[in-house]
């Protein structure tokens, strides 16, 4: 299973929320979440750590592309 | 493949830089600031809108440097770490209204969160009033934000879009270096308070290298305090709390070592019998309360504190800015329209703003269109 969340150019705490909701509703494999913001990959970070999850980001031009693995 | 481990990133990161802010902050007012004003984004916005002669309130109006050089001081760290994104198109216009109506309830209060956690600080228990009033407004804001609110995303925008704010910022520094006076009777280009808290205030260079010092540190850890008390509700996110909590302990701890801490919610009674306001404050506990309510919904629907929408137009978010203008405006509507702390129209004001804001949050609740 994964799940794709695109979160660019939404201000906080949307990415979060967005972030959070994904990772809850997919419970355990891979989520790909799109942020534009250096600020967002630590915040999306921050919370899918909580949650128990791995994250690693790429940076591709203006986006970044979290992974979150659990 | 990386990942962040950047010590701003960090818990011990955001603690350190809230000491750091709470301990600028209470020298100074040591130092020439108000009391209990070392830094108000909302309080030294409304002077700055009276410095350039947007209202007529002759006792607040200076043009601070602190709120340029935080903007700027935002500015070089995103240049120095890359992180420097011109951007907009995130409903600004909602923006620039939600913008007005914060500071107006933050007038109401007299402070905008920042310096209701310095009134703390400093022993003025109005602020209690205040912060459950910020509470109960972000935890407003949370509803919304639960039930879909968003005010739609940003795009990738010219360079000229984000440097936008940070030139005007970078403009009204020179002319609070400068203090230009002209015309043949020597009258001020910019208005200067004579008496009050505008005539209040540290030396410029001062208050610029405190500004700059404090926008730096504060757009490296997105030091937020409104995005604080929204985490904790929201989440049980205590990461931006935990900047703030820090913010306020060396703001007291600091005060105490400066004699600057009075507790009370006034200053006791003075020889004529007149009861003394704790300095920039009234005690009219619902409209303390009330104004809070306000500022904190109006503050969480647009995504942070008046200081952090600074830290943000200064790394090109243009929404942001479009917001620290709506601040400038609503300052200048506030002492013009009579709308500050317990003046005549505050307490309509307050009822129309709640209801205004309210309908935002209620329209806002739409589905997020796809990407382009």
């Given amino acids: 299973m994964a799940e794709n969340v695109d979160a660019r150019g939404l201000s906080c705490p949307q990415p979060v929320i967005l972030t959070r909701a994904a990772l809850e509703k997919l419970g355990s494999g891979e989520v790909s979440v799109k942020v534009d913001t250096m600020t967002q990959v630590h915040n999306c970070t921050r919370a899918a750590k909580k949650l128990g999850w791995q994250a690693r980001y790429e940076e591709q031009g203006d986006v970044f592309t979290l992974t979150f693995e659990k | 493949m990386s990942k962040p481990n950047d010590f701003f990133a960090t818990l011990a990161g955001i603690i350190v830089v809230g000491l750091v802010i709470g301990g600028l902050a209470a020298t100074l007012q040591r130092i020439g600031n108000p009391a209990n004003m070392g830094v108000c984004v909302a309080c030294f916005t409304r002077d700055i809108a009276g410095a350039l002669g947007l209202h007529r309130a002759g006792i607040v109006q200076y043009l601070r440097p602190e709120i340029p050089a935080f903007c700027l001081g935002s500015f070089l760290a995103a240049l120095v770490f890359r992180e420097f994104r011109p951007r907009t198109g995130s409903a600004p216009v909602i923006r620039f209204i939600l913008g007005m109506f914060a500071m107006i309830g933050a007038l109401i209060f007299l402070g905008c969160p920042w310096r209701a956690m310095l009134r703390l600080a400093g022993g003025d228990w109005n602020a209690i009033l205040g912060i459950a009033g910020l509470i109960v407004g972000i935890s407003i804001g949370v509803g919304f934000l639960r039930g879909g609110f968003n005010l739609g995303r940003s795009y990738p925008s010219r360079t000229v879009a984000g440097l936008v704010l940070p030139a005007v910022m970078f403009v009204l520094l020179i002319l609070a270096v400068l203090y230009p006076q002209f015309g043949e009777d020597g009258r001020a280009a910019l208005f200067r308070s004579a008496k009050g808290p505008g005539a209040a205030s540290a030396t410029v260079v001062a208050s610029t290298l405190a500004g700059l010092v404090i926008g730096f540190l504060a757009q490296r850890t997105r030091f937020c305090t409104v995005g604080g008390i929204r985490d904790a509700i929201l989440m049980r996110d205590f990461h931006l709390l935990s900047g703030v909590a820090a913010f306020l ?38 409209l303390n309360f009330g104004g809070m309510i306000l500022a904190g919904l109006s503050f969480t629907l647009a995504g942070g504190c008046p200081g952090r929408q600074v830290f943000l137009s200064g790394e090109g978010d243009g929404d942001a800015g479009l917001f620290v203008l709506g601040m400038l405006t609503g300052a200048a509507v506030a002492h013009n329209f009579m709308m500050v702390a317990t003046q005549s129209t505050a307490p309509y004001i307050l009822a129309i703003g709640l209801v205004l804001v309210m309908i935002i949050g209620f329209m806002g609740r739409e589905r997020l269109a796809p990407a382009r």
Wanted: proline share 5%.
């Fill in chain 2, 249 to 286: 302990v060396a703001a007291f701890v600091m005060n105490v070592v400066y004699g600057q801490f009075h507790p009370g919610f006034t200053r006791g009674v003075s020889d004529a019998g007149e009861i003394i306001n704790q300095p920039a404050a009234h005690t009219t506990h619902w």
